[in-house]
């Protein structure tokens, strides 16, 4: 910290108890505090905890990533209150509290800022989570999930030999996914995990818990100038200056065993705007499983069919944030031993098709007048909005996977940035190909028409970005296999390169052996809807 360096910092407490209108500005406290602040007033459930505003990331930033003489002994002060609400104290050895840090710029940045969870940690506390909650496999899951995320978001490393000690522990145990792990495989590979940290780091993983909040407070203002932000924001118009608040809650497990979970839900499909719940949910899981894009998700119906009234309960929560927010919303939430705990809401990024399509239903549903709908679409190039399909004959189906977005596209293979804009600047069209997309992929998935990933939900933040930016996505593909360099894929039996021709269905989930043709049509009878409330706007 740079001497003399003195300024105020804004803490918001986050108290569903206590929170009362009026609320402060979303300027101060990002999108992300300001709705769960909102929530909080409504009496839905949200974890406590409390907001550092956006001033402390602006500050960090002009100060040569240095923050105020005060922070420290402000922080302390939130903490403790954060431990007098929850009865809990971090780095306590008999019941620790734990929290999760997340990031929340004033308008949305889906999964272009670090988040990170399980924040308190550490070898003496993990044993306070076995004895504070009876649940030794919900401890030692949440202690890896840590020790991995805190080298990835903390100290930039990078997930693959991570990925290998999962992969060899999964082959040892001949198992077929993470969640199928037992308590003392989890301890072993917490194990694993810390000697590979202090192997990637040259430290031994921290055993500090308030060092490791202030770690996470700074790789969240850190993350406000990565690339891959500075690129979103540049897409999207968003001022490089306004900065990101920062929350801090106390955590809630989804990773707590059978009747809990983590999930993602809109309020409507956000592909085609269609009005009906559109949620994915990973049973026993943390949030990130589902937004981070490496893991698929249940859909709706599985949620209804183990924790019915989990269901209902969301069922009521999206009516009643479309009534407040009066547009379609993105929503996260956890379940915990079949509890519901809301950690976000936001207006959900949706296809041009989508927006179009909610703007004249939520006019039907009385919640906006026309002229408040063409404010909303306002943006959008009605000629360009078109439901596409391919015009020839099918031809041979090489692979299926979960639409993301709809639509179709027909291009070359790319399987990373420099390939996309090596073809797109030679005039043809781009399928990109991962392994799992990420947000730091925004710019491959500008490039490209269509989006096909091997893993992956349909609501991750990837797949979200996908459908703002009117790509096709597929997410899922089972049969398909990258090999360990950006040179080629096998589908199903056949071998594609750099290069060669894909095509990929969003509206069946089909994919093809390119190139094929697309026929665009327009969706008429809404579009002439949104034209007369134009000129009848235009009118006077």
Same mark, same amino acid.
């Given at each position: ?21 009026? /609320? %402060? +500005?979303?300027?101060? @406290?990002?999108?992300? $505090? ?5 929530? !909080?007033?409504? *009496? &839905? ?21 240095? /923050? %105020? +003489?005060?922070?420290? @002994?402000?922080?302390? $002060? ?5 431990? !007098?609400?929850? *009865? &809990? ?452």
């Amino acid at each position: 910290m740079k001497p003399g360096v003195t300024t105020p910092v804004d803490i918001y407490p986050l108290e569903p108890d206590s929170v009362r209108e009026p /609320l %402060p +500005d979303v300027s101060d @406290v990002g999108g992300k $505090g300001g709705n769960l602040l909102r929530l !909080a007033a409504l *009496g &839905l459930p949200v974890p406590p905890g409390f907001i550092l505003g956006t001033g402390l990331c602006r500050h960090y930033h002009a100060h040569g990533a240095a /923050l %105020p +003489d005060d922070y420290r @002994v402000r922080m302390a $002060g939130a903490l403790e209150r954060l431990e !007098a609400v929850t *009865g &809990l104290r971090l780095g306590s050895p008999r019941r620790p509290l734990l929290v999760s840090v997340r990031s929340g710029a004033p308008l949305s940045m889906p999964g272009m800022l670090e988040t990170l969870l399980n924040v308190g940690l550490t070898d003496t506390t993990v044993g306070g989570l076995v004895r504070a909650t009876g649940n030794p496999r919900l401890a030692w899951d949440s202690y890896r999930r840590f020790v991995r995320a805190y080298a990835e978001v903390v100290h930039g490393c990078r997930s693959e030999r991570f990925d290998t000690l999962v992969h060899e522990a999964l082959t040892r145990e001949g198992l077929a996914a993470e969640n199928e792990f037992d308590t003392p495989t989890l301890r072993t590979l917490t194990e694993a995990y810390q000697q590979l940290f202090h192997a990637l780091t040259g430290e031994a993983f921290p055993q500090d818990p308030l060092a490791q909040l202030h770690a996470a407070v700074d790789a969240v203002l850190r993350s406000w100038t990565s690339a891959h932000a500075r690129a979103y924001r540049a897409a999207h118009g968003i001022d490089e200056h306004v900065g990101t608040a920062v929350t801090v809650q106390a955590m809630v497990f989804g990773n707590a065993g059978a009747t809990s979970g983590a999930g993602v839900g809109f309020t409507r499909d956000p592909a085609t705007g269609a009005r009906e719940l559109y949620v994915d949910f990973a049973f026993n899981a943390q949030g990130e499983d589902v937004v981070a894009g490496r893991h698929a998700g249940a859909g709706g119906a599985a949620l209804a069919r183990s924790l019915p009234a989990i269901e209902s309960e969301i069922a009521e929560i999206a009516n009643t944030l479309e009534d407040v927010f009066r547009d379609m919303q993105d929503f996260e939430f956890t379940v915990q031993d079949g509890r519901l705990f809301l950690l976000q809401t936001r207006a959900g990024k949706r296809s041009p098709l989508a927006a179009l399509t909610i703007a004249v239903d939520l006019v039907d549903e009385g919640r906006l007048t026309p002229e408040e709908a063409c404010a909303r679409l306002a943006g959008l190039d009605l000629d360009a909005i078109t439901l596409d399909r391919f015009g020839d004959a099918d031809g041979e189906v090489l692979a299926h996977a979960t639409p993301a977005s709809i639509g179709v596209a027909s291009g070359r293979v790319a399987f990373d940035a420099a390939q996309a804009r090596a073809w797109t600047e030679a005039g043809d069209a781009v399928v990109l190909v991962r392994h799992e997309a990420a947000t730091s992929d925004f710019e491959s998935m500008r490039l490209a028409a269509g989006v096909l990933t091997a893993v992956g939900a349909k609501t991750s933040h990837a797949a979200v970005v996908a459908r703002e930016l009117g790509r096709v996505c597929l997410v899922g593909c089972g049969a398909l296999v990258l090999g360990d360099d950006a040179t080629g894929c096998r589908l199903g039996e056949r071998r594609l390169r750099a290069g060669d021709h894909l095509a990929l269905d969003g509206n069946r989930g089909l994919v093809f052996a390119g190139p094929r043709t697309i026929v665009r049509d327009a969706p008429a009878a809404t579009l002439a809807r949104v034209r007369a409330w134009r000129e009848a706007a235009a009118q006077g």
